[in-house]
């Protein structure tokens, strides 16, 4: 009998329809409520943050909000306040958990109202499982990067363009001048996607400068108390990097496309655990110049979440890469559609593979009655199975 209801159970699993849920985790208002970063903490219960104001690098009033989702009732939290600076906008939070389950909380400060004037600003925490209210913090630093050969990439990139003349060769020219300029080069890298932790023990976080339109990894050998730049990536308008791990250890960024036409995500590639980075080139993935989130599932599949079009941030899709992001067989929308387009916006992807399994994905929710933050469960199956 008990073999017959072992075998039942497998069956039943292998039936079992594909998983997806959804909710706001609050009504939608006329405030500014953008980029999230979602993670799961050791209890099971999810935190999220994002930032909150009257608008964006010029508004005064924008700080760090955060909510929990408790794994027992299944429901919100209040919000909370995570950080805020009186006088100054704070933006793009992410949050991480590292390899000794300690909570980082990474964000940028506007100091003068100029994205190339952000400095990062970041937090650690052990004691961070409140049932409805921010972490307790023990730690907090500033992250400043000595970007690596940054003059030399540079002119590499730009030295043939700015020789010649137009508008291109003079913003090549800016940038070669703003990258032998030690603050300019120093100043205004600041994060967008998760961190990602090598099995080294190696914590790499993703940056990227609005100044340069380049992307960079802040690196720390020391669980996350001093901090090297890496190389910048190059290219033409590509920042937001989102790092993936390949199994035989390259890493591979996809990186938002502000750059000219064709609008695609780029990709760059280390082979260093994340010192060195190939000059960005374009995918076939559509990117409308948003950002856009991927990730490496436990059983060795990838997933990307972004905008699927090349205008616009009103269709959000799911993606799936079962050969290490050579191909994206499947794909599934999560909010929105390429051939509808409307006014609404879901955009800024926050994505984590929970401990039973299933895929999480925060977003911002941009429609005519407000903005807020979405939340979505779903699994491999839902996304594999189609529209």
């Known amino acids: ?66 909510a929990r989702w408790n794994r027992s009732t299944g429901k919100w939290t209040g919000r909370f306040t995570m950080a805020d600076t009186p006088g100054f906008p704070e933006t793009n939070p992410v949050l991480f958990l590292d390899s000794r389950q300690r909570l980082f909380f990474l964000w940028p400060l506007i100091i003068a109202h100029k994205w190339e004037t952000a400095l990062m600003k970041y937090r650690i925490s052990t004691d961070y499982q409140q049932p409805a209210s921010p972490p307790r913090w023990e730690f907090q630093d500033n992250i400043v990067l000595i970007p690596k050969n940054i003059a030399e990439r540079t002119r590499e990139y730009a030295g043939e363009t700015a020789a010649g003349s137009g508008p291109l060769a003079e913003r090549a020219r800016k940038l070669i001048e703003h990258a032998e300029d030690e603050y300019f080069s120093r100043m205004g890298w600041f994060t967008r996607t998760h961190p990602q932790q090598l099995p080294s023990g190696r914590i790499l976080v993703p940056m990227y400068s ?118 994206w067989k499947w794909k599934r929308h999560l909010d929105g559609r390429p051939d509808k387009p409307v006014d609404d916006q879901y955009h800024y992807p926050s994505v984590i593979q929970a401990k039973d399994g299933s895929i999480h994905v925060t977003y911002s929710y941009f429609v005519a009655a407000g903005k807020s933050i979405k939340h979505v469960r779903f699994d491999e199956d839902w996304v594999k199975s189609g529209e």
Request: overall charge negative; hydrophobic content about 35%; aromatic content about 8%.
């Open 1 to 66: 009998m008990r073999t017959i209801a072992l075998w039942l159970i497998g069956v039943t699993c292998a039936w079992a329809a594909p998983q997806y849920s959804g909710e706001l985790i609050f009504q939608p208002e006329q405030w500014h409520n953008h980029s999230s970063s979602i993670v799961e903490l050791p209890n099971g219960d999810l935190l999220v943050c994002w930032f909150h104001g009257s608008g964006e690098r010029t508004a005064d009033d924008v700080l760090i909000q955060g």
């Open 210 to 327: 609005d100044g340069f339109s380049f992307g960079i990894m802040g690196i720390s050998d020391d669980g996350g108390y001093t901090w090297t730049g890496s190389e910048p990536i190059v290219g033409a308008g590509c920042v937001q990097p989102s790092v993936v791990r390949n199994k035989d250890g390259t890493l591979v960024a996809y990186l938002r496309d502000n750059g000219p036409p064709p609008k695609r995500a780029l990709m760059s590639v280390s082979k260093d655990d994340g010192v060195t980075w190939t000059p960005a080139r374009d995918t076939d993935i559509p990117n409308p110049g948003t950002s856009l989130e991927a990730i490496r599932l436990r059983n060795g599949d990838w997933i990307m979440v972004y905008n699927d079009i090349e205008r616009g941030r009103y269709s959000l899709a799911a993606a799936i890469s079962d050969d290490e992001g050579a191909t």
